[in-house]
């Protein structure tokens, strides 16, 4: 919004020039997403707690983790309201809204965001932590996914092409397969965070560092001098989606400021299945489909634990983990919370290079 308002009066003063550059704006909207979330978050906090919409949390027979744990059931959920709000709020300010790959991220953002308010309500009403039905929030999910999968795939042959990491000339031609894939990186992504917010802070730390390292890539895809030189698709108008990651990274820095241990508030399925999905969009958007397996590598690990241990139980009634998703493992293992979730940042961090190395490295 302010790229129209502001850019136009470079004329008069030159200073406005800078609302050319992507580099500027993104580096904005992180700012602005930072303090507009420290400004309105103990507003939405008090919001919260006056309606009482916190979570049930179960005794699920580990009494060693539901001490852990305790306390927690004070704690209000639906916190990815404030996340979602920050976000969209610095996007539509500092992005250009010409860009149709930012108002799909928004879209695809927003109907996830329902999705998890759909089910972070119901399990406020029911006084349990089931929520909405699996089927129902499945379908909300691959429903948005296809949608954007069936749009890709009608709009350019070019989006079908799959390019694998570290391999420079090795590309997958997936034809009508595509609108699959496209709903198994959305989904998958949404669900993957879902899974892997279960401890103060870990989710959004991870997703935070994701959205940098995808900020970074969508700049690189949409340019077309570094796209060339680094021999990666090139992708008109994707560098505006670093605008949208950079949003991203500072509404999740200032949602951790009140989710850090011990947390003030959850973000719940709101924002969960709503940044998940919304990274997985960047990432068909960009063409980076595959990092986001590296880059997203710690939500992959999370979600894998529970696959296994569901398998391994229904098939041989053994436990693989302790407990399921793999960082409650850990909890049980007798690592702290606050030791657990750090060194989840730090793998995440480390993975987020890895993916960003393979720029160069192939």
């Not at 309606?51 to 009494?63: A, H, P, W």
Request: aromatic residues 14%; contains cysteine.
């Amino acid at each position: 919004m302010l790229y129209y308002f502001l850019y136009p009066l470079r004329d008069f003063f030159f200073g406005f020039n800078v609302f050319r550059y992507i580099t500027f704006r993104a580096a904005m909207a992180s700012i602005t997403a930072f303090v507009v979330s420290l400004f309105i978050g103990p507003f939405v906090i008090r919001f919260l707690h006056r309606l009482e919409l916190k979570q049930t949390v179960q005794r699920d027979g580990f009494s060693k983790l539901y001490k852990a744990h305790a306390g927690k059931d004070e704690v209000p959920m639906m916190g990815g309201l404030l996340i979602l709000g920050a976000l969209a709020t610095s996007t539509l300010l500092w992005a250009d809204l010409g860009n149709r790959y930012v108002w799909i991220c928004l879209l695809v953002m927003s109907w996830l965001g329902l999705v998890g308010f759909t089910d972070d309500y119901l399990k406020f009403l029911k006084k349990d932590s089931k929520g909405l039905k699996a089927a129902a929030k499945l379908l909300g999910q691959v429903s948005i996914s296809a949608g954007l999968g069936l749009f890709l795939y009608f709009d350019s042959t070019g989006w079908q092409e799959i390019h694998v990491p570290f391999l420079k000339d090795f590309v997958i031609t997936l034809g009508p397969f595509y609108v699959l894939f496209a709903v198994l990186v959305v989904t998958g992504a949404s669900n993957a965070v879902n899974l892997t917010d279960g401890l103060d802070g870990l989710a959004i730390g991870c997703t935070a560092m994701i959205a940098l390292a995808y900020g970074l890539l969508s700049y690189v895809t949409g340019n077309i001098k570094i796209s060339e030189y680094l021999h990666v698709p090139f992708v008109p108008g994707a560098g505006e989606l670093t605008v949208f990651c950079l949003a991203l990274f500072g509404a999740g820095m200032g949602f951790l400021w009140f989710n850090s241990h011990p947390a003030s508030v959850f973000m719940g399925d709101t924002g969960s299945l709503s940044l998940g999905g919304a990274l997985g969009a960047v990432a068909l958007f960009t063409k980076k489909e595959l990092l986001l397996l590296i880059i997203g590598g710690v939500f992959v690990v999370e979600a894998l634990s529970v696959i296994l241990q569901v398998a391994s139980f229904k098939c041989r009634k053994k436990r693989v983990f302790l407990m399921a998703p793999i960082h409650h493992h850990f909890q049980l293992k007798g690592f702290s919370e606050s030791k657990v979730v750090i060194r989840f940042w730090i793998v995440s961090l480390i993975l987020a290079l890895v993916g960003l190395a393979s720029l160069k490295l192939q």
